[in-house]
Structures are given as structure tokens and as C-alpha cells.
């Protein structure tokens, strides 16, 4: 029988976390904060073909690597199966099918091996992954959030309590990459392709800082900002004009991203706290963490960024938030579903 009320708790325990939400297969082991090994099979380049994830490939991708990719990471980590304390997977937000691939292969597992299964939220991932970056960081915090599906400024208060400050009031950071990846005519994924075209150009081009002013809260709009570079490049063609696509790149990394670094130090000033963390994909842009990197310095504040690795989809975050839900004793039931979206908190 399984009962997820029977566990004890130990003080350092090795964590297997498993992520499987989007196109990423991947599986990492810790013991206590320290990460052991971490490992990825990628279906990007298949996506690629079709502009985009296709959730049947996803899924399908999923079903062949799981296996393998647990194996490695186990291996790599120099661990047998029967040294884990405790099995942590994601289970949504995502695609359900993709989810529901890991989620099932951690029940079993978890089973199999007698110990707790602890259910991660992506979003809550992605921000433990500072704590990997830093053994000894603890909240109060500012952290600056930036993903495929969000952008939020946020107090991390706890380790499980978010407070927003701010956040984007239509489309997300990482989607406005990869939107503007498409217009420029770059392969997916997209951000990555803008920063490295951006290298080589100039800020240049008028565009609007995805700030909206005049507004009682912080609030981003990357959809505006997306329109502005659609107009500038069709306004181009129209007029039988060559655009510098990498002065259009260069600077639409400005207009992204300078606003988020501006607010979220600020917010960190505001509140008094002397630390900012970031997570998500968009983290692992070089513009994006020189200018948080001088920005945090200048205004006297610490920064933990988590190495660019475990910005962008991985499994080492996912089982950093489950070492904080296993010190809590929050397991889950072997009957749990995916989800396709879940709130922060
Ligand atoms: O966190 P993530 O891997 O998946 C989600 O949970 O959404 O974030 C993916 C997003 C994509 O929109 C991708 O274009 C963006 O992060 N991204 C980047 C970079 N690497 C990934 N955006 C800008 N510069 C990058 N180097
Ligand atoms: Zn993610």
C-alpha cells in the first residue's frame, strides 16, 4: 500500500526531478541543494520543421527519451535507484499529453521505490532554480520572472509564498522573442536567434519601450512592442526599403528588456531588501543579464542568477522546488492529474 502520509523526512535528501511540459525530456538528481546531474533530450530541432511545438510530437518525443534520460542522470549523478529519497515531477502548467508522460513515469517510479511523489509547479521551478545558484540564498527577495508564458516582478516573501508587484498585461516576454524571431525570418526557438543577431547590430531603430506609463501598477506590454516591429519591417517592404535585420533585433532587445531591468531593481530598492533573483527562459538572454548584472551592482544590491542552463527548461529547477515541498511534507497522492494551468500560488 501506498500512503503518502507514511514518510519520514530526512534532513538532506537526494531528489530525482523530472520535467516533461513543453519540449524538453529532462531528469537531474540533488542532494540536498547540491545538484548532482542534470540532463536533457531536446525534440527542438524536430519542432523546428514546423515553426513551432507540436504537441503530438512533443508527447511522442517524451515516450522514447524518458527512460533514457532518467538513466543518465542517474548515472551521472554516481547514485543507484535505491538512494532516492523522493520523486519530483511536473505536472503542469503545459502541454497535457507531454505532461502527463513524466507525471506517469514518476508515479510508477515512486512506487516502485517506496518513496514520496511531490508534484512541482513549472512556474515555481523556474524561480528555485536560484536556489541551486546559491546554497545559502533565503527570501525576502525581489525576483525578476521572464518565460515563454510569463513576465512578472515578483516578492518572493518565502520559499513558497509570491507577492506580484508587476507583471505584462498581454503577451509574454519569451512569446515577443520568438514572435519577432518569426518576422526576422529565424528558425525556432526564437529568442536565442535574436540575441545572437542582435550582437551585430545596432539600437537604432524607434520603438517603444514596453512600459505602459501613466498606470498605478507596474505593467509591461509586449504586444504593443511586437506591432511596432511588425509595422517598421512591413513599412520597410512596402516602401521597397532593406531593413538591417540586426539593427532590428538589437534594438528590440533594448525595448524589451531595459524596462524589466529598470523596474524590478527598483522594486527591490522600494521594498529593502538587498537581493534579486530571475528564472525562466528569458534569463538566459546575455543583453538581459549584463544590464541586470549592472544594474543590481550600481544600486547595491546582490544578484543570484541562475547559470543560463537552468534558465531555459530543465529538470535541476524542478527538483530544487521539490526539495522545499519534501522539507514541507507536501507529497502527493499516486492518483494526481496534469494540468494544463496552474496559479503561482
Ligand atoms: O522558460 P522557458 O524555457 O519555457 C517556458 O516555460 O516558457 O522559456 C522559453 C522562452 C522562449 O520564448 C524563448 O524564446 C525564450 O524563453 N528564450 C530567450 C532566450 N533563450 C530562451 N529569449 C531571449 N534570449 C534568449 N537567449
Ligand atoms: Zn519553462
Known sequence: MYDKNSFKIKETPVILGLESSCDETAAAVIRGRKLLSSKIISSATEQAKYGGVVPEIASRAHTEAVDEVVKAAVEEAGITLNEIDAVAVTYGAGLLGALLVGLSFAKSLAYTLGVPLIVVNHIRGHLAASYLADDKLKPPYVTLLASGGHT??????????????????????????????????????????????????????????????????????????????????????QRGENIVKEDVA????????????????????????????????????????????????????????????????????????????????????????????????
Open 152 to 237: 512578472a516582478i515578483l516578492h518572493t516573501v518565502t520559499e513558497t509564498e509570491f507577492k506580484l508587484l508587476g507583471g505584462t498585461c498581454d503577451d509574454a516576454a519569451g512569446e515577443a522573442f520568438d514572435k519577432v524571431a518569426r518576422v526576422l525570418g529565424l528558425e525556432y526557438p526564437g529568442g536565442v536567434n535574436v540575441e545572437r543577431l542582435a550582437k551585430s547590430g545596432e539600437n537604432n531603430v524607434p520603438l517603444p519601450k514596453c512600459i505602459v506609463r501613466d498606470s498605478q501598477t507596474i505593467k509591461f506590454s509586449y504586444s504593443g512592442l511586437k506591432t511596432a516591429v511588425i509595422n517598421y519591417c512591413h513599412t520597410a517592404e
Open 250 to 345: 538589437n534594438s528590440f532587445q533594448h525595448a524589451a528588456v531595459d524596462p524589466l531591468v529598470e523596474k524590478t531593481v527598483e522594486c527591490a530598492l522600494n521594498l529593502g531588501v538587498n537581493t534579486v533573483t530571475a528564472g525562466g527562459g528569458v534569463i538566459a538572454n546575455g543583453y538581459l543579464r549584463e544590464r541586470l548584472s549592472s544594474a543590481c551592482k550600481k544600486a547595491g544590491l546582490k544578484l543570484v542568477l541562475p547559470e543560463k542552463k537552468y534558465c531555459t527548461d530543465n529538470a535541476a529547477m524542478i527538483a530544487a522546488e521539490g526539495l522545499i515541498q519534501y522539507l514541507a511534507g507536501n507529497f502527493a497522492d499516486l492518483s494526481i492529474n496534469a494540468r494544463a494551468q496552474i496559479p503561482l500560488n
